[in-house]
């Protein structure tokens, strides 16, 4: 996330949303964010994950195949 972006300009997305954009489980998007791998803000018992956050995580998690 840059660091010029207000908190007020920040989109969240729900663990639920991230896992309907990224086509994966509720579970993996958990596993990514205690594994450190995708940032989020805990608000209570329920995380919430910055969209730009999740658009580079997929951004750089493309690989090469041969």
Known sequence: MTEDRQVGEVQFMTVAEVAALMRVS?????????????????VGRSFRVPEQAVHEYLRTSYIETA
């Open 26 to 42: 509720k579970m993996t998007v958990y596993r990514l964010v205690h594994n450190g791998e995708l940032p989020a803000v805990r």
